[in-house]
């Protein structure tokens, strides 16, 4: 099982940037597609991005298009959560996921191991 430790959270203003990185253990990270949620109390867990096992692959909920970016880096075992023009209704505690198996494709992921979330807070 992955161990992942999410980092970067913070207070920020309206229209500004953050990126979250979320570091993984075990040598086996660069063969995990990757995934970020986020869940604000009260609310579902909302699929936010996913990237595949070799970076090659990603996708956004609409919501994040044209702002966020996903990326990774396998030498580091570190995945990365790039977030520009934030918006107060991105206000949420957000969670580092992985899919445990073997260079799974991009659909149809299946995370299972998931971080202890980090807070981002956008004010008005």
């Known amino acids: 099982q992955v161990q992942l430790v999410e980092s970067g959270g913070g207070l920020v203003q309206a229209g500004g940037s953050l990126r979250l990185s979320c570091a993984a253990s075990?040598?086996?990270?660069?063969?995990?597609?990757m995934g970020w949620f986020r869940q604000t109390p009260g609310k579902e867990r909302e699929f936010v991005a996913a990237?595949?096992?070799?970076?090659?692959?990603?996708k956004y909920t609409d919501s994040v298009k044209g702002r966020f970016t996903i990326s990774r880096d396998n030498a580091k075992n570190t995945v990365y959560l790039q977030m520009n023009s934030l918006k107060p209704e991105d206000t949420a505690v957000y969670y580092c996921?992985?899919?445990?198996?073997?260079?799974?494709?991009?659909?149809?992921?299946?995370?299972?191991?998931w971080g202890q979330g980090t807070q981002v807070t956008v004010s008005s």
């Open positions: 075990g040598r086996t990270f660069s063969n995990y597609a």
């Open positions: 990237i595949s096992w070799n970076g090659g692959s990603t």
């Open positions: 996921a992985a899919d445990g198996r073997f260079r799974a494709v991009i659909t149809g992921l299946v995370f299972t191991s």
